[in-house]
């Protein structure tokens, strides 16, 4: 019989009148990847706060115990010496700093006083071969991508020689290529008696690389269950307490006149100023039409939304918006001209952390609550009210920090505010990452709400599937130029990857 190396039993957790766990149980065996499933807001990542020492012991119920033995964590500094390492979703790096100096942060070799570099980096570097990052460990991470910088994220906790690795979510700023890596990675720690959590909305991971599937819904374990024991309708099921139907609510829409097009767009790398990272793209989005953008990391797709949006510097021959020439000199003036854009991380672009729910939904339309220059607060709650309602944001009141929601929901506070400033285009980069199964299939409903009302949709995703589910017509892009463009009756995840990839023609 496997040996228990975690237990936690009876974990309950407040935050004011709401109950985040409700006397959860789970344990965890050695030589074993445990994954945890469940929709934004079942409890997963409080969970995971409690044991990684963010929840300081008496701020909840319940006990922990490691090889039996019942522990206490004050800070996530008793959690690491306990074994216990925490890889978050959001990236927690240090950019101004290098690879090596990432990865022992706080834990500097030091002789005499002085800083043993040349030893640092050898070290370092070893820890970087592990996860397979191929930069010198003296690059500074604010040159890295976000994939590589979760890839130090990683190595920094492996340099910890933890007993248990807890992973949120991290493959979402990964390639193929690198998630391949990862997963080499925590097979490897597994042969090596490391046990691991993993969380993941991707029920394509978790049936391959977990050993056991653990349920938690509204803050509650369900249950845990063999994985080769499940099929993936049952672990969505259980996610989400339905039947999920089809996924992807895809509906023959008309598709009207050209609502957005734009000729030789062209942006210049940020780094290079002599390339040019989005190179002669021309593209037409009509009314009804969801037009999808595919391409590989560094192919130039979030560039092209953001360019056409004004949010960075771009250049076009022409731009029509409903047939008429146009220039976009801000993202201010995008949004009077009909344009929205939900930009890939919600957190950095998308709200404002230290507002209330009613207050985000309307940002992009102070005009509907400013009247005579004074801010009409219950014309604000009002529309926070009724957006609330309308795309199902789980929240207590319009009052709600957006802060306080999970993922999916914020995600869905986001789409408000753009609703609400009613654009004819609406371009979406990466709009379900990071958000559970349930709360993709709305998102996809409310896409298709919009086509049928005639809003032409541009949308970015790493996700092929959700791509081939849900676009009409696909531009594959590579190198910062259109490759090829497909129809609804071509589109093939493996085509994408071989014309992307520069593998065929």
Sequence with gaps: MAKTVLEMKGVTKSFGATKALKQVSIDLNEREILAICGENGAGKSTLMKVLSGSYEYGSYDGEIFIDGKPCVFRTPADASAAGIEMIYQEISVHLDLSVAENIFLGRVPLQAGIVQWKRMNEEAKAFADMVGLKV????????????????????????????????????????????????????????????CIYISHKIKEIKRLADRVCIMR??????????????????????????IGNLYPKESVAIGEEVLSVKNLRVKHPYNRKKYIVDGVDFCVRKGEILGLVGLVGSGRSETVNAIFGAIDGSYDELRIDGKPTRIQ???????????????????????????????????RLDKIYHGGLLDRETERAIGREYIERLSIKANSERDMVTSLSGGNQQKVVLAKWLLAEPKVLLLDEPTRGIDVGAKAQIYQIMTQLVRQGMGIVMISSE??????????????????????????????????????????
């Design 136 to 195: 010198p460990v003296t690059t500074h991470l604010r040159d890295l991508s976000a994939s590589q910088c979760q890839m130090v994220s990683i190595a920094r906790a492996l340099s910890r020689n933890p007993k248990i690795l807890v992973l949120d979510e991290p493959t979402s700023p990964l390639t193929d290529a690198e998630v391949e890596e990862l997963f080499k990675i925590l097979n490897r720690l597994r042969d090596n008696g490391i046990s």
């Design 218 to 243: 509204d803050g509650a374990h369900v249950w845990t269950k063999p994985a080769v024991q499940l099929s993936t309708e049952e672990i969505v099921e259980a996610m989400v307490n339905r039947k």
């Design 330 to 364: 801000s993202p201010q003036d995008a949004i009077q001209k009909g344009l929205a854009l939900l930009s890939e991380d919600r957190k950095v672009n998308g709200f404002i952390p230290t507002l209330n729910l009613a207050r985000n939904i309307t940002l992009a």
């Design 464 to 505: 092929l599937t959700e791509l081939v589910g849900m676009c009409d017509r696909y531009l594959l892009l590579a190198d910062g130029r259109i490759r090829a463009e497909l129809g609804r009756e071509d589109a093939d995840e493996e085509k994408f990857l071989r014309i992307c990839s520069g593998s065929t023609n």
